[in-house]
């Protein structure tokens, strides 16, 4: 059968471990060629050896996304790796808990440039190589619960996140013309070490597999017609917070 992702070159970023790898994986075992980015080169190289390992393509970098000129670094060593770039997960993210009136500048403004400001350049850079491609392609935004509910201590993170899907909806206006979608998914709770597991009812926390799995749906062809779409994937999550 063939994969939904064949020929499919896909940039993950954070995808060293957790929700990341899951992604990088998945991906990968639909048949995409995977840039693996972390911080931890070491890390980045152990999620690309499992996908090796598996039969598929990756390749891991070592970047810290809060920099300047990480995104532009990022996408030209996709072009030059992969053969190009045809589907970018914004997955990287940077969770910083403290109360209100205890958040520290350097945390907020680390925050807002790994879960927001990379993205958006991110988004920009990768549209870039795809119109010059001429063939379109597909971004996915990892947001958050909390782009939805704002917590009292989180609230770097509550502002990205939100920004995060007010990005999604202003990038898919801007890119539909070239074919771009842009969509993103909003986890609750994540089960941890759940890569291999589906989740098995709303009652339960949503696992990195179903993240994984609705990653794959909106990057292939299956979801050619979906852009600007926000997903909420609470699964237990909701039960807790009133939305």
């Known amino acids: 059968m063939e994969k939904l992702l064949a020929d499919r070159c896909a940039v993950v970023t954070g995808s060293s471990q957790g929700l990341g790898s899951a992604i990088a994986q998945a991906l990968a075992s639909d048949g995409a060629r995977v840039l693996v980015t972390s911080r931890s080169l070491k890390k980045a190289e152990d999620t690309a050896a499992r996908i090796q390992a598996q039969g598929g393509m990756a390749t891991a970098m070592e970047v810290d996304l809060a920099t300047v000129e990480a995104p532009d670094q990022v996408i030209q060593a996709a072009v030059d790796r992969l053969g190009g770039v045809d589907i970018l997960v914004n997955n990287a993210g940077v969770f910083v808990w403290r109360k209100f009136l205890d958040f520290q500048r350097a945390d907020w403004d680390r925050s807002i440039a790994t879960n927001l400001s990379a993205p958006f350049f991110l988004t920009q850079a990768a549209a870039r190589a795809m119109v010059k491609q001429g063939r379109g392609g597909a971004v996915v935004n990892i947001a958050s619960i909390h782009s939805r509910v704002a917590e009292a201590e989180v609230p770097a993170h509550s502002a990205a996140k939100f920004g995060l899907v007010g990005l999604?909806?202003?990038?898919?206006?801007?890119?539909?013309?070239?074919?771009?979608?842009?969509?993103?998914?909003?986890?609750?709770?994540?089960?941890?070490?759940?890569?291999?597991?589906?989740g098995g009812s709303p009652r339960e926390k949503v696992t990195q597999a179903d993240i994984a799995s609705l990653?794959?749906?909106?990057?292939?062809?299956?979801?050619?017609?979906?852009?600007?779409?926000?997903?909420?994937?609470?699964?237990?999550?909701?039960?807790?917070?009133?939305?």
């Not at 909806?169 to 597991?197: F, K, M, Q, T």
Request: hydrophobic letters at 45%.
């Open 168 to 198: 999604t909806y202003a990038a898919a206006a801007a890119l539909r013309e070239h074919d771009i979608r842009v969509n993103a998914i909003c986890p609750g709770a994540i089960e941890p070490e759940s890569a291999g597991r589906r």
């Open 215 to 243: 990653t794959v749906y909106l990057a292939s062809d299956l979801a050619r017609t979906i852009t600007g779409s926000v997903i909420d994937a609470f699964g237990s999550t909701r039960l807790a917070i009133k939305i």
